[in-house]
């Protein structure tokens, strides 16, 4: 809970830095636009650190592999201030179920017996700049950069000692979207390329006002 609260509490402040923004005339205020995002990744740095830890157990008798996966699923708001840069926040979430197994050698065969599971949820919310190369009416071509806080809450289960584990960790990681590609005006999709806790390749649908 107290690590919950922290989060809120940058959460609150960032958004209260962006509010505070020094006003401009006001012919450039009705210019700027506010951004919602909701969309998907794939090969986040989480589901790709988990593989490759994963990978390797096989140097033992017992071996993990990756069972599900789901997102990173994410949810942004940013704010247009220039022409060229729009700030903001992302937060996302991604869902990791990774399956134990245990080897033996009986009478010569080899026998693979699931032995336990480990589930991992990572929650993400980080402050978001973003760069504007060039722009037309209906399409943007951009980069950016996020950096802030990265939650992972894990659950391990043995099946042999039927017990359950939970743990929390916290660490500051970023994503870098080296470029990203919005198409439509009021309503439309983007779709972005970079590396970091988004996925390699991410996109989705947003809205602007």
């Known amino acids: 809970m107290r690590l919950l609260r922290i989060i809120a509490l940058l959460f609150g402040s960032f ?24 969309g998907a990744g794939v090969a ?32 942004g708001y940013l704010r247009e201030v220039d022409p060229k840069w729009k700030v903001g926040a992302i937060s996302s979430y991604t869902y990791l179920k990774s399956i134990s197994f245990h080897h033996t050698d009986e009478q010569g065969e080899a026998v693979k017996t699931r032995s336990g599971e480990e589930r991992l949820k990572v929650y993400t919310l980080m402050p978001t700049v973003e760069h504007t190369w060039a722009r037309s009416e209906i399409v943007q071509l951009y980069s950016g950069v996020s950096l802030g806080l990265l939650v992972t809450k894990v659950e391990e289960r043995s099946y042999a000692e039927n017990t359950t584990r939970h743990r929390s960790k916290a660490a500051y990681l ?30 989705g649908m947003y809205g602007t006002w």
């Open 15 to 38: 958004l209260l830095v962006l509010l505070s923004l020094p006003g401009q005339a006001q012919e450039i205020e009705e210019k700027n636009k506010n951004y919602l995002l909701v």
């Open 44 to 75: 986040s740095l989480q589901e790709l650190a988990t593989r490759l830890g994963n990978s390797f157990t096989l140097f033992f008798p017992v071996s993990r592999r990756v069972e599900r996966a789901v997102g990173p699923l994410q949810v």
């Open 174 to 203: 970023g994503h870098l979207n080296l470029l990203g590609l919005r198409v439509g005006k009021q309503v439309g999709v983007y779709l972005e390329g970079g590396f970091g806790v988004h996925g390699l390749v991410s996109g």
